[in-house]
């Protein structure tokens, strides 16, 4: 069988399709010194031989896995700095793969869930996974969830307890219910030194008392000491992003809470604070 006719050198276009990439793309390479422009013909037109070819070659299959043009130049030069740049190149790489990983791992949960429970931390959704469907409400995980980005996976799975108790016990439900009413309606009609506020707060920190006692006599604090274990096997999962402080965070998550509110959550605080002084502080808040 007769070979096709074998060109010795051939244009642009040509050069570019074999490669698989585009005459632009050659162009930026003459540009910036990675690949010799070769001589033009008599129809003034460039045209590329073997050496051309293979270097391009080499160029696009370094250029694919991720190397830097200025990294491949200095490759070609036998520049040792090369070394460095693929070891950072590497590292880079192993980095994206752990971030897909996580991803992955992430939609695996959300299906294997099925609610927004799986976006959560394994920490967390790992806690309440027991749970009937519809147990947890939707302002359960809201709260979860921004729990979770001001203390972290290690406190959001502390507050599940919580959300287990008011699942599987109705009567800390009704009550919990009915203290979230009245809390609402602590609106901008309502004065700072209004003394329902006392009073509310006082059933506030009676509730989370009863929570607290629950929760202890559940056993569920006993898994407590197995989070604080595995604190540090997920430490390391937000290693990448920007801290925040608690404070800091807390700051940051606006709330559309009226002036009486304000004062009435100040209470709560202050009565809890006062009921830890006498070593009995609900962990529930």
Not at 85 to 114: C, D, F, M, T
């Amino acid at each position: 069988m007769p070979l096709p006719a074998i060109p010795r050198r051939v244009k642009i276009g040509y050069a570019a399709a074999f490669a698989r990439t585009t005459p632009r793309a050659i162009r930026h390479y003459h540009a910036i010194g990675l690949l010799a422009e070769p001589e033009r013909g008599s129809d003034d037109r460039r045209r590329y031989g073997y050496d051309d070819m293979i270097r391009l070659l080499w160029i696009r299959k370094m250029a694919d896995v991720g190397i830097s043009l200025d990294d491949i130049r200095a490759g070609f030069e036998g520049a040792t700095g090369i070394e460095h740049s693929l070891a950072r190149l590497e590292e880079s790489l192993a980095s994206k793969a752990a971030a897909i990983e996580a991803q992955r791992a992430a939609v695996h949960r959300l299906r294997e869930v099925g609610s927004p429970l799986g976006l959560l931390s394994p920490l967390v959704s790992g806690r309440l996974h027991e749970l009937p469907p519809g147990a947890l409400r939707p302002a359960d995980l809201d709260t979860l969830l921004v729990t979770e980005r001001v203390l972290g996976p290690l406190g959001a799975a502390v507050q599940a307890d919580r959300f287990i108790v008011l699942a599987t016990h109705p009567e800390l439900r009704a009550e919990e219910d009915r203290l979230a009413e009245a809390e609402v309606a602590l609106d901008d009609t309502v004065s700072p030194d209004d003394p329902r506020i006392e009073d509310l707060a006082a059933q506030r920190c009676a509730h989370e008392t009863a929570l607290a006692a629950t929760i202890d006599s559940s056993g569920l604090d006993e898994v407590l000491d197995v989070l604080l274990d595995q604190e540090d096997e997920h430490a390391d999962e937000e290693e990448g992003e920007a801290r925040t402080s608690a404070m800091e965070a807390i700051g940051k998550m606006p709330y559309d809470f009226s002036p009486a509110r304000v004062r009435y959550e100040e209470r709560v605080i202050e009565l809890l604070h006062s009921a830890d002084q006498d070593g009995d502080t609900p962990r529930t808040c």
